[in-house]
């Protein structure tokens, strides 16, 4: 199989540098075939689950994200604690002393 790119792992530069050529192509009226490789079973197989995200990056690539109903990220954060968890509980710590 030949391919114009070939872009390894699923991840999320992986990924985003997929959609963004994809788009560039588009933008001049070109079409190119760009193909992920990943290891993982799936794309976001070998990614930790809860994780938390600025999605910034999601709204400068793909601005109409929040729309789609199947898309991945459907929680938002509505407020943070930071903690210092020890062997007898956890103590909160205040949010001004957390980058």
Same mark, same amino acid.
């Given at each position: ?36 490789? =990943?290891?993982?079973? =799936? ?8 994780a938390v995200i600025d999605p910034i990056g999601l709204d400068a690539l793909l ?37």
């Open positions: 199989m030949e391919f114009d790119v070939v872009i390894v792992g699923a991840g999320p530069a992986g990924l985003s540098a997929a959609i963004r050529l994809k788009q560039q192509a588009a933008e001049q009226g070109a079409d190119i075939s760009v193909v992920v490789v =990943e290891k993982g079973s =799936e794309v976001g197989a070998h990614i930790l689950s809860g601005p109409e994200w929040r729309n789609d109903p199947d898309r991945p990220l459907k929680t938002e954060v509505t407020a943070d604690e930071f903690m210092y968890l020890g062997h007898a509980g956890g103590i909160r710590l205040p949010n001004v002393f957390m980058p």
